[in-house]
């Protein structure tokens, strides 16, 4: 896995706050909801929770709490983000390779209009 310097981890925050800017509305990307409605999972949750797997290191990441909207999600789980992190990005040697995953990830199901 690439080790990311100070100045890629700011690219990398930069880019995640693009995504919560510009959120995919639902109903553009795979998403499970609850018996009441609530999501509780997404394809874009999936990428910010990659995004700051690699910003925050493994070891802050572990220990970070679960954001509200992932509490209680059956769906989501620390272990399942690290080894997605390592299965798809453990072989790209830059940043510009990292970002250019997520973007082409969101590419296939945003229309860029916030929910």
């Given at each position: 896995m690439?080790t ?6 700011i690219?990398?925050?930069e ?6 800017g ?8 795979k998403s499970?909801f609850?018996t009441?409605?609530?999501c509780?999972?997404?394809d874009?949750?999936e990428?910010?929770e990659?995004i700051?797997?690699?910003f925050?290191?493994k ?6 709490p679960?954001p ?5 999600s ?5 272990e399942?983000?690290e080894?997605k992190v390592?299965k ?8 510009e390779?990292?970002?250019g995953y997520f973007?082409?990830?969101r590419?296939?199901?945003n229309d860029t209009?916030s929910?």
């Amino acid at each position: 896995m690439k080790t990311i310097d100070q100045i890629e981890n700011i690219k990398l925050q930069e880019y995640l706050q693009d995504i919560i800017g510009k959120p995919t509305p639902f109903s553009k990307q795979k998403s499970m909801f609850g018996t009441l409605g609530n999501c509780l999972w997404c394809d874009e949750w999936e990428l910010i929770e990659m995004i700051k797997y690699l910003f925050n290191g493994k070891e802050v990441y572990y220990r970070d709490p679960a954001p509200n909207r992932l509490k209680n999600s059956p769906f989501w789980s620390k272990e399942a983000i690290e080894a997605k992190v390592e299965k798809d990005l453990g072989n790209m040697t830059t940043i510009e390779e990292i970002i250019g995953y997520f973007k082409n990830i969101r590419n296939s199901f945003n229309d860029t209009t916030s929910c």
